[in-house]
């Protein structure tokens, strides 16, 4: 049980430049999340899927991409990357149990670096 | 979400308690107190959450006051593995499948000496 699974770890990227985070959790669970972290800041959300085919925005969702086509996968992408992306990148994931009080303990994965140049 | 209110900082002497208080005077009666951890550079971790009773796991211990305007995480027997940044959030279950989506604040830092 791996849990969720972020790659890669670091990434340095040059302005215009495109890419995708990966994010993948093998728990079965329904909801899935994509966050930023930039220095001396909380984490911020970007977007987020609560099942497959099923994604909508967050907060900071301006220059980023993702789509749900399986329960274990929630890729992000950069389409255009931008110095200002330079940040952390965490993915998380819960079950969804409207009601449930666990629906809302996220499990994360360790991390995405990326800088943009 | 009812707003959260934390000291930005904390320092803890090894193997003693570590007491984190988390202000929500505006928390309304659906929503739960959440409390996750972030060591450093690592992706925030789970503690404990809990509505109205007291709370306790293998981590640590959650006491909610009787008004529910306030709570303190507390760590038994703090170990310097235990300094980290630690997020109280507050958040009702009513969004459907959204209520995944935590607002992280910036935390107190607690700083575990020995």
């Known amino acids: 049980n791996a849990g969720v699974t972020q790659t890669p770890k670091f990434q340095v990227l040059k302005t215009g430049q495109s890419m995708t985070l990966q994010c993948a959790q093998d728990?079965?669970?329904?909801?899935m999340s994509w966050y930023r972290q930039d220095p001396g800041m909380g984490l911020r959300l970007i977007h987020y899927?609560?099942?497959?085919?099923?994604?909508d925005q967050g907060e900071v969702p301006n220059g980023y991409n993702v789509s749900r086509s399986t329960t274990e996968d929630f890729p992000l992408r950069l389409l255009s990357a931008a110095p200002s992306q330079t940040s952390v990148y965490f993915c998380a994931s819960s079950y969804t149990g409207t009601g449930v009080s666990g629906a809302n303990v996220l499990t994360f994965g360790a991390g995405s670096r990326l800088t943009v140049l | 979400d009812a707003k959260t209110t934390q000291p930005p900082s904390m320092d803890c002497a090894e193997g003693r308690a570590a007491n984190l208080p988390c202000n929500h005077s505006t928390i309304s009666g659906n929503e739960y107190v959440y409390w996750y951890r972030q060591i450093h550079s690592q992706g925030p971790q789970y503690i404990i959450h809990?509505?109205?009773n007291n709370e306790t796991n293998e981590m640590a211990s959650l006491i909610i006051t009787e008004d529910r305007k306030s709570s303190t995480l507390i760590l038994p027997h703090a170990t310097l593995r235990d300094t980290a940044v630690y997020y109280c959030?507050?958040?009702?279950?009513?969004?459907?499948?959204?209520?995944?989506?935590?607002?992280f604040g910036k935390g107190t830092k607690l700083s575990v000496k020995p």
């Open positions: 959030i507050v958040r009702s279950l009513n969004y459907g499948g959204s209520q995944g989506n935590l607002i």
């Open positions: 728990m079965n669970h329904e909801y």
């Open positions: 809990g509505l109205k």
């Open positions: 899927s609560v099942g497959a085919g099923i994604t």
